[in-house]
């Protein structure tokens, strides 16, 4: 059975940093894409960031980059997101997601997602 389960989520004052994991089960980890997405309230879910296979390649959206970092680690079968100089506007249910196909930003394009975990950017 398929899993994927985040982890990491919580409430951060603006300027902070959290991590975020996600950790996968029933299929082959190391053969597809990681992706996180990311929906506040009364938003569609928009793309965040992807890492290829190995991790050589990553995508990210243009209002986190430099902020935050995708990584995985192939042995553990988990997928991380750290992300720094949190902003209010980063308020979101965070989604880790799993594709096949090498790095989309497109949400049609996953295969399997996660049930999510909160992230809160408050003072």
């Known amino acids: 059975q398929v899993q994927l389960a985040e982890s990491g989520g919580g409430l951060v004052q603006p300027g902070g940093s959290l991590r975020l994991s996600c950790a996968a089960s029933?299929?082959?980890?190391?053969?597809?894409?990681m992706g996180w997405f990311r929906q506040a309230p009364g938003k569609e879910r928009e793309f965040v960031a992807t890492?290829?296979?190995?991790?050589?390649?990553?995508v990210y959206v243009d209002s986190v980059k430099g902020r935050f970092t995708i990584s995985r680690d192939n042995a553990k079968m988990t997928a991380y997101l750290r992300m720094n100089s949190l902003k209010p506007e980063d308020t979101a249910v965070y989604y880790c997601?799993?594709?096949?196909?090498?790095?989309?930003?497109?949400?049609?394009?996953?295969?399997?997602w996660g049930q999510g975990t909160q992230v809160t950017v408050s003072s």
């Open positions: 997601a799993a594709a096949q196909r090498c790095c989309s930003s497109s949400y049609g394009e996953y295969d399997y």
């Open positions: 029933g299929f082959t980890f190391s053969s597809y894409a």
């Open positions: 890492i290829s296979w190995t991790g050589g390649r990553t």
